[in-house]
């Protein structure tokens, strides 16, 4: 049996300003057709993890509509453009969103966050030696800045309080750097 899946049709759903809906009419490897879900991230984005000096994570609240809650998350936002350097993105969002800075950040892992209908990726970060700027959220945005060390981190993971794909990936890459150390 040929493996080969095929698109045979894509059409636009739904333009907005971050992301294309599309309908895709594959063809599987038995030669039947099947209509999927393809969502594209235009831009992709990047996220931060930022440590403070005290070693406690500095970590975003908000509201989240998609599953209607508050959620606990790393600084994390689209990129200005499809050419914009991730690491630049990066440290934008970690002003934008915490009022903190930093000139130490460095590249930690990158992700693909639901490759079942979607393309967007995020490159996270990792920013240190933390400085105070000033928060200038988005219209619209409204977040709250708290900090916590990895290990209350890891256990709000572990008891499902926080499933955030991007940032659950996030820290535990940060935890298996640090028991490297």
């Known amino acids: 049996m040929d493996n080969q899946v095929k698109r045979v ?5 739904r333009r907005g300003p971050i992301l294309d809906i599309y309908a895709d009419t594959m063809e599987l490897p038995d030669g039947k057709r099947e209509e999927w879900d393809f969502v594209s991230h235009r831009m992709g984005a990047a ?5 403070r000096d005290d070693g406690r994570i ?4 908000q509201y989240r509509n998609a599953i209607e809650r508050m959620t606990l998350e790393i600084p ?13 993105c990066a440290a934008r969002e970690l002003e ?10 460095t590249f930690l892992i990158s992700l693909r966050t ?15 030696d933390l400085r105070p700027g000033e928060q200038h ?11 916590y060390d990895i290990d209350e981190l890891c256990a709000m993971i572990y008891e ?10 996030a820290l535990l890459a940060y935890k298996n750097l640090l028991s490297q150390k």
């Open 160 to 169: 499902g309080k926080m499933q955030d794909a991007k940032t659950v990936s």
């Open 96 to 105: 934008e969103e915490t009022g903190y800075q930093s000139d130490n950040i």
């Open 114 to 128: 639901t490759v079942a209908f979607c393309d967007e990726f995020i490159d996270v970060y990792l920013a240190k």
């Open 47 to 51: 996220a931060v993890v930022p440590v």
């Open 58 to 61: 500095l970590m975003v609240r």
């Open 9 to 13: 049709k894509r059409e636009l759903v």
């Open 76 to 88: 994390a936002g689209s990129r200005d453009s499809v050419t914009e350097d991730t690491k630049i």
């Open 137 to 147: 959220l988005d219209e619209g945005e409204f977040i709250d800045v708290e900090a």
